[in-house]
């Protein structure tokens, strides 16, 4: 399955494992990559000397292209992140809250692609006039820091608005390879996948986290500033609601962060199993998550995304 996009990162299928923040980890990146899509650090947890750790373990586990998500909105962050991007030999980096020109400038001397992660069409064209090479386009339903605008909306008019030389991904609420195909008939040349990936035997996860997204329902997720203090679509709980009851304790981005750190309820980034307080932790997720019902190896995942949205995209041309 050829698109502009795997044409342009140099990967065999259009499938983009999101840079989760505290879950994707050198394990899981490194699996997607080598099943061939590409894997996405999300250095949003991490300093640059983890990070630097980081990238050389996925070095070490596979030779295929991979990349790095830091969310720029952190003071401080991509100064200190974008040297160890550059030495660590990543192929992308991806913003998550827009991208300094200079930034970009930088990354392309050092022959590094650029994505940036946008809400609405306003923001992918920004990207694009700053000279990202990708954009991808997110829709509301997705997990983790969201917009609100749907994923259907969404990602055809971002595909009109940055015309045909930059690729496309579409995100927010897609779990199979029916989502594939279905972003291929948008406009979009691949998918940049979250939620689905966190329920996977590589993927970094306090204890209980996997298990409720095994057992929540599409509808149990809820968009809140409560652990960041910018909207996040996160499973519902204890902590959440009380922010939902009590609007006026909430504290702007990134205070909130702290202050959910503080309150023993974020522990992003902690290692695997780390026990915690399942009705009040921070667990992001997308509405995806009524969809998964066990834990598949990431690289099995990749496949399945391919052999299925083939699978459908055979089946519609039988229509014709």
Not at 42 to 49: I, L
Not at 202 to 214: I, N, Q, T
Not at 221 to 226: C, L, P
Request: proline share 4%; charged share 20%.
């Amino acid at each position: 399955m050829r698109t502009r996009l795997t044409e342009l990162l140099d990967i065999e299928h259009p499938v983009m494992l999101a840079g989760m923040g505290g879950v994707s980890y050198h394990e899981l990146v490194a699996a997607v990559s080598e099943a061939g899509g590409i894997g996405t650090l999300g250095a949003s947890t991490m300093g640059a000397d983890t990070l630097r750790a980081e990238m050389a373990r996925v070095r070490e586990s596979t030779d295929k292209p991979f990349g790095v998500d830091l969310l720029t909105a952190l003071p401080g962050q991509v100064d200190d992140g974008v040297d160890a991007v550059i030495d660590g030999g990543a192929r992308i980096y991806v913003a998550g809250l827009g991208v300094p020109r200079e930034v970009i400038d930088k990354l392309h001397d050092n022959q590094i692609l650029v994505g940036s992660m946008c809400g609405k069409v306003r923001h992918a064209e920004s990207a694009v006039a700053s000279g990202c090479d990708f954009v991808v386009a997110q829709g509301t339903e997705a997990g983790g820091h969201t917009g609100t605008v749907a994923t259907m909306a969404l990602v055809p008019q971002v595909v009109d608005a940055v015309g045909t030389d930059v690729p496309v991904v579409a995100a927010g609420g897609l779990f199979d390879g029916r989502g594939l195909a279905a972003a291929l008939a948008l406009g979009a040349d691949g998918v940049w996948i979250g939620t689905r990936f966190i329920a996977t035997p590589e993927a970094r996860a306090v204890a209980g986290y996997k298990d409720l997204l095994v057992e929540r329902a599409e509808d149990e997720t809820v968009v809140s500033r409560a652990y960041t203090g910018k909207t996040c679509r996160v499973l519902r709980n204890e902590w959440t609601q009380h922010f939902d009851d009590h609007p006026d304790e909430l504290a702007p981005f990134p205070q909130q962060i702290f202050t959910s750190m503080e309150a023993g309820v974020n522990h992003l980034g902690a290692a695997s199993g780390t026990e915690v307080d399942v009705a009040r932790e921070f667990m992001p997720a997308g509405q995806g998550t009524g969809a998964i019902r066990d834990l598949v190896p990431a690289g099995e995942l990749v496949m399945r995304f391919v052999g299925e949205a083939e699978a459908m995209i055979d089946r519609l041309a039988r229509y014709r």
